[in-house]
């Protein structure tokens, strides 16, 4: 079979796989058709022929168990492969009673090939209509195995946001966020990629990837900084994790192995957890959390305020930050609701001496209100876009501190960007 990261062509005649085989992939058909038989006395029966939009060979992957029948493209068939570590990885999430659900429907399938098996052959096709899904679900698994490849290839870079002091106006750290930098289709948001990876085990993949970067782009962003230290902070680099990373056994050892290689202490990193993915299974959080910052690292809750009633496990877990969502900063100057929900926060913050960074700062007033009201640290456009790491050097180098005067953060930050990208 001919392949690229996209489909697999299999000619006229070709077979996919044997009565026995292990099962170690399934197909979506894209075009053509495929035959399914079983063998049976030395002969071959046929007892399906499918086409576009219907899947092949999953039986044996959902099952863990060998091929039930062989499958032979009865024409030139265009394939999506999906690997059996796509459909575990969905299928160990999937709620107990859907997984039964589905086991039935195999094994009435498996009843019904058996019983067709006698029929007459123009009894043995099976006509499933392609659903309406068929489209989105074939363009997902396209994008899940070019992200399996942009992981191999390490095409997932850190961009970096700076974090500002909003008392004294210095460079107190950057958030990496992850970015897809791609061959042919240039910079991918992570609005187009994280959602298809959070799906599988694709997104500890590029966590990992991503903290390798950053601890080796530590050193030049320190270095920076150490030519600029009456307007820069000794920054510290916070960067998302999620529960898929938590849960990893192995993920505390991979990253103090990290900081070793490089020479770092774990101060210099902030772990951010949005406050819906900590609240999926707090208990399990918690130990994980504990366990971080007793070695040091600092534990950020992102987005606060758009998940689950906040209040409750403020007090229970080792939080050294919160970071208010920019839904409410954005709109806290023309809504007097969200204007309240933010000086709320900040107010709760204070009153449990966590610090606050104020996402999605636009506007001067509005650095203004957050600073008048002890926020600690903004963090938006206003001061720069997410850039690469030869940006965010170039910043800490230039970062002014001239408190309120934003228009010369914003000068400095985009002549920084101009040199770095060219």
């Known amino acids: 079979m001919a392949a690229d990261?996209?489909?697999?062509?299999?000619?006229?005649?070709?077979v996919l796989f044997r009565e026995d085989d292990e099962g170690d992939c399934a197909y979506i058909i894209e075009s053509g058709l495929v035959q399914i038989s079983v063998e049976?006395?030395?002969?071959?029966?046929?007892?399906?022929?499918?086409?576009?939009?219907?899947?092949?060979?999953e039986m044996a992957i959902i099952a863990a168990g060998r091929r039930s029948a062989t499958a032979i493209a009865l024409e030139d068939c265009k394939l999506q492969r999906i690997e059996a570590e796509q459909f575990k990885s969905r299928l160990g999430t999937m709620d107990p009673v859907m997984r039964m659900v589905?086991?039935?429907?195999?094994?009435?399938?498996?009843?019904?090939?058996?019983?067709?098996?006698?029929?007459?052959?123009?009894?043995?096709?099976?006509?499933?209509?392609?659903?309406?899904?068929?489209?989105?679900?074939?363009k997902n698994l396209r994008l899940e195995s070019e992200i399996t490849i942009a992981v191999k290839n390490e095409q997932f870079v850190p961009y970096y946001q700076p974090i500002v002091d909003l008392q004294t106006g210095k460079l107190a750290g950057f958030e990496a966020l992850t970015r897809w930098v791609h061959p042919?289709?240039?910079v991918i948001s992570p609005d187009d990629f994280i959602p298809i990876a959070e799906q599988s085990n694709l997104i500890t993949q590029i966590t990992t990837l991503c903290l390798k970067n950053v601890c080796a782009?530590?050193?030049?962003?320190?270095?920076?900084?150490?030519?600029?230290?009456?307007h820069v902070d000794p920054v510290f680099v916070g960067i998302n994790v999620t529960p898929r990373d938590l849960d990893r056994t192995s993920f505390l050892a991979d990253l103090k192995?990290?900081?070793?290689?490089?020479?770092?202490?774990?101060?210099?990193?902030?772990?951010?957890?949005?406050?819906?993915s900590v609240m999926t299974n707090l208990e399990r959080a918690g130990a994980v959390l504990r366990k971080l910052r007793q070695l040091g690292f600092g534990v950020a809750i992102d987005d606060f305020g758009t998940g689950y009633s906040s209040m409750s496990?403020?007090?229970?877990?080792?939080?050294?930050?919160?970071?208010?969502?920019?839904?409410?900063?954005?709109?806290?100057?023309?809504?007097?609701?969200?204007?309240?929900?933010?000086l709320t926060i900040l107010r709760l913050a204070d009153e449990l001496n966590i610090p606050v960074v104020a996402e999605g700062v636009s506007t001067?007033?509005?650095?203004?209100?957050?600073?008048?009201?002890?926020?600690?640290?903004?963090?938006?456009?206003?001061?720069?876009?997410?850039v690469p790491l030869e940006a965010a050097v170039e910043m800490a180098r230039e970062w002014p501190n001239v408190p309120g005067q934003t228009e010369q953060k914003t000068a400095a930050t985009l002549a920084a960007i101009a040199r770095a990208t060219g």
Do not use: W
């Open 184 to 186: 042919e289709r240039g």
């Open 364 to 386: 001067r007033s509005a650095e203004a209100l957050l600073a008048d009201h002890a926020c600690a640290y903004g963090q938006g456009y206003l001061y720069s876009e997410p």
């Open 313 to 342: 496990y403020l007090t229970h877990l080792p939080i050294s930050t919160l970071k208010i969502d920019r839904c409410f900063v954005e709109l806290m100057e023309d809504s007097s609701r969200n204007r309240k929900i933010v």
């Open 217 to 230: 782009d530590m050193h030049e962003l320190r270095k920076a900084c150490l030519h600029n230290v009456e």
């Open 5 to 14: 990261f996209q489909y697999i062509v299999a000619p006229k005649g070709e």
């Open 102 to 138: 589905i086991e039935v429907i195999l094994s009435r399938f498996r009843t019904t090939l058996k019983r067709i098996e006698d029929a007459p052959p123009e009894l043995r096709k099976i006509a499933l209509a392609p659903q309406p899904h068929t489209a989105q679900a074939m």
């Open 257 to 276: 192995t990290m900081l070793v290689e490089h020479g770092l202490s774990t101060d210099m990193l902030k772990l951010e957890l949005t406050e819906s």
């Open 40 to 57: 049976r006395g030395g002969k071959f029966v046929s007892v399906a022929t499918l086409g576009r939009g219907e899947i092949v060979g």
